[in-house]
């Protein structure tokens, strides 16, 4: 919902820049038609789920017409508010007039990886480049990892033309919901958070390396990393064929017995 949210917000501003209408009296049906079609993209791969396991998807209970309908209210709701909050009033005010639009689909090269690091606007107030994401969930406070992910929007932008090659010259914000309103994560960036930012980066992509070694050919899913916390399976997207998904605690059990006897096998 928050992705279809997201969605509406970036094509009221590309329609206010494009002087195009806006009705109203659309937006629930913009906003239907954006989870509607999430939902039927999230089918098809249900599908292949259900055939691998053999089971109906927990997932498909999110399904429902009513949860829909409910989900429709809520993002009107939250897409009313967000008009209200900086810095989209500020933009449909006028107050904002140097501002831009960008797509996350954008890639950026870093080595040999295509990074899909770009925000979703920037804007100018004054010497300061605010470069901004729309964050897709409910986030109260940034974990370092995120935090740091946020300052990689920074090296997307110095490689862009126009806007500033100083990292100090950036502001790094996320517009999140949160205890029923809006609300803006901002930090002044600087040469030792896109540093930061960089070897994070480099330091996930080698774990991915690793993990993908060690999954092997056949992709062995239980040996994936699993969650901390039963709640974060609890809304993922894998539930259905990761191993944490139907019992997380069993799961991390399997894996070390799994990983003790290939350890044993090697002494052997
Ligand atoms: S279901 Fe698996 S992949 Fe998803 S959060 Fe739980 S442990 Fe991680």
Redesign the pocket.
Known sequence: MQRALRGVIIDRLTAYHRGNLWKEEDLAGKIRNRIIGALFRQKSVLEVIETRTGKTSELRSQISTRRVDRLVEIACYRFHAALQSHPIKDILDGRITRWYLFSRLEKTKLQNYDLHISPDLVWFSGFTCHVLRFAVQDVARLGEDKRLENFAMVEWARNQIGLPANPERYMVENLYWNGGKWKIWKEKCTHRHVEDAIQMIYSDMKAMRELHYKLGLSCDLSQ????KN?L??RN????DT????EN?YF?KLEQSALEMSKASGKFR
Do not use: F, M
């Open positions: 994936i990393p699993l969650a039963k974060t399976c993922c997207g894998h539930r990761c191993p944490g998904g997380l799961a």
